[in-house]
């Protein structure tokens, strides 16, 4: 594919990804956090087995095309999908007197984090590295179904919740996939 398409589609690209992340401010008023993360994580997983498959047949310029186009439609579903929420959701999952450091920790370990995530894309993707690139789908498709079965098994739906709710359903030790359904009476406290 030409340069010139690669900037027009980079271009298309985070327009894109603005319009989706305005997308999740009504999404997030009518869909919970956990539904939203799971639903775009479960979005990506299949989006991402897919630029993994369509990388492993014969390359053909409709397939590099495909190829891109699922690179945009996966930035997409992250920009409207796990990219805002999970500021919701580490905001929304903090104990009150913890939430500055909880959030600054937890911002601090993306930052950490993300450095060898950038190398290791960048090894993948370089044709001067391990010259994977679309198959690294499947490598980010592994990684995304892993924290979609952690965020099915231990991510809390605090939609509707208040901040004393939510600490007396963790101090009860709830699992999290009954957060939704636990009721909370007024005068209860702990």
Known sequence: MSSNFSFQ?????????????????FLAAWFGRR???????????IMLLILGICSTVTQTTKTSYA???LGVVISFVYAGAQGPVTYTIIAET?????????????????????????????????TT?????????????????????????????????SYREVDIMFNRKVDARKFKSTEIELQENE
């Open 9 to 25: 589609l980079g271009l298309i690209n985070t327009c894109l990804q603005l319009v989706a992340n305005i997308l999740f401010w």
């Open 35 to 45: 539904t939203i993360f799971l639903g775009g994580t479960g979005t990506n997983v």
């Open 67 to 69: 190829q891109a186009c």
């Open 94 to 126: 903090s104990s009150v007197r913890l939430r500055a450091l909880s959030t600054a920790v937890g911002r601090a370990a993306y930052y950490i984090t993300e450095i060898p995530m950038i190398y290791l894309a960048s090894r993948m993707l370089n």
């Open 129 to 161: 590295g391990w010259d994977l690139a679309g198959k690294c789908g499947y490598v980010w498709c592994c990684t995304a179904m892993f924290f979609w079965i952690y965020g099915f098994f231990f991510l809390p739906e605090l939609k509707h919740r």
